[in-house]
């Protein structure tokens, strides 16, 4: 009983979560990773799930293409417009903890003091495309509480393409000089992005050809979603330029995503997605299988305890 007791009391109700303060966020996303099939972790993440207060921005691209300076550049830029942020940083997994390996609130320039931003390093665990599933619990959770969530991903292999399975709006940053514009022509990296972004813009000739050559690529591809233009645009993070403009693009694809219900669309399919690699990863393609039909979302469900009901369909089917 006291041990049930200690477990309740560590675990912030949904209005001390919408506060705002750090320390109940550090609180429940400790709970979301140390315990997330937990009743009480359910039925926090079910009211976030049914409250979102703000849009999911990914931020992905190779490493060192500098994610986290142009996250910094966004988070100041939206906290001087008195607006609160929420970052998630998915780093590589110490092969000895577990945990996040390069702990990218180091690397992101914020006051510590500052109540308006939250930064939480997550590691990519176990996870080939560097997203584990406990980030999307922790993005609901956030976007119910902030102004602005942003995602930043590890940038290693699939990691460019599950960030469409979180994130409302899609970032792919492409470094001048570095061959990061042919990998952007891959067809795989060329259906994720809502925004492509030339980072280091202040290289002069070289940023301005990478984003001829994206803006070529583009123009070759037929996929994505065919309604939206592909915003390309070029950033210095370090000397703030072309950051309102991508700020700009992130406001006025969110605006296209509250069109035509296309926002819950996407929602839904993203929660689909949540669904099957919990699934797939607890009990296999076995598992998976005998659930198939059943992998969907309605209007009034929450993924979070969708997927408790699923598996209790696969225990019961393999009694």
């Known amino acids: 009983m006291a041990g049930s007791t200690r477990k309740a009391a560590a675990m912030p109700d949904f209005e001390a979560l919408i506060s705002g303060r750090k320390v109940e966020m550090s609180r429940a996303l400790a709970a979301i990773e140390a315990r997330p099939e937990d009743a009480d972790v359910q039925a926090l993440l079910a009211k976030a799930w049914e409250n979102p ?9 190779p490493p060192g293409v500098g994610k986290s300076t142009l996250t910094s550049a966004l988070v100041a830029y939206w906290r001087a417009k008195g607006e609160t942020v929420g970052v998630v940083a998915v780093d590589p997994s110490s092969r000895r903890t577990g945990g996040a390996l390069l702990g990218d609130r180091t690397r992101i320039l914020t006051d510590p003091a500052d109540q308006g931003v939250f930064i939480r390093s ?123 403009d991508l700020a700009e693009a992130i406001d006025v694809h969110g605006e296209y995503l509250r069109h035509e219900n296309r926002l819950h669309t996407a929602r839904r399919r993203q929660a689909v997605m949540w669904l099957r690699n919990v699934i797939h990863d607890r009990y296999g393609r076995d598992g998976l299988q005998r659930v198939a039909a059943a992998l969907t979302i309605s209007a009034d469900e929450s993924p979070f305890q969708k997927v408790e009901i699923l598996a209790e369909k696969i225990l019961a089917s393999r009694a």
Do not use: H, N
């Open 53 to 61: 207060r703000a849009a999911v921005a990914g931020l992905t691209g």
């Open 122 to 244: 997550m590691a990519a665990r176990d996870r080939l495309g560097g997203l584990a599933d406990l980030t999307f619990p922790a993005l609901v959770a956030m976007r119910a509480v902030y102004d602005r969530v942003l995602v930043e991903t590890v940038g290693i292999g699939q990691s460019e393409t599950d960030i469409a399975d979180m994130a409302d709006t899609v970032i792919f940053c492409v470094q001048p000089g570095s061959g990061d514009s042919l990998q952007f022509m891959k067809a795989g990296i060329m259906e994720v992005p809502d925004i492509a972004v030339v980072t280091k813009a202040d290289m002069g000739a070289a940023a301005s050809r990478a984003v001829a050559d994206v803006k070529g690529a583009l123009g070759l591809s037929m996929a994505g979603d065919t309604a939206w233009d592909i915003r390309v645009l070029s950033v210095s993070s370090s000397r703030g330029q072309g950051i309102e």
